[in-house]
Nanobody
Framework: QVQLAESGGGLVQAGGSLRLSCAAS????????MGWFRQAPGKEREFVAA????????NYADAVKGRFTISRDNAKNTVYLQMNSLKPEDTAVYYC????????????????WGQGTQVTVSS
């Protein structure tokens, strides 16, 4: 079974930056889409960004376009989410997820999930 492990969350002031990492193991990912989702208390899990493992083609939620960048390191089987210009509304638990192609923005379409990492942005 595919295993995903997020890391890199923490506390940062508004305007700061964090880089989240998602280490993937237990499968082959050449035909996979890797996604980042986030969930704030009392809210539904929402799409943040996704990337085709093979090509690097990416898709972003409108709320993070221009601020967040998703990337992957094939040699390390790791997906990253570089988060710049962070805002208090970015505060959430961030989850890494995986699915077979095609790309999707619904959490229910993803098959495997990490444990989540907390990102807190103070004003």
């Amino acid at each position: 079974q595919v295993q995903l492990a997020e890391s890199g969350g923490g506390l940062v002031q508004a305007g700061g930056s964090l880089r989240l990492s998602c280490a993937a193991s237990g499968g082959t990912f050449s035909s996979y889409v890797m996604g980042w989702f986030r969930q704030a208390p009392g809210k539904e899990r929402e799409f943040v960004a996704a990337i085709f493992w093979s090509s690097g083609g990416a898709n972003y939620a409108d709320a993070v376009k221009g601020r967040f960048t998703i990337s992957r390191d094939n040699a390390k089987n790791t997906v990253y989410l570089q988060m710049n210009s962070l805002k208090p509304e970015d505060t959430a638990v961030y989850y890494c997820a995986a699915k077979r192609w095609p790309i999707a923005v619904s959490a229910g379409d993803y098959d495997d999930w990490g444990q989540g990492t907390q990102v807190t942005v103070s004003s």
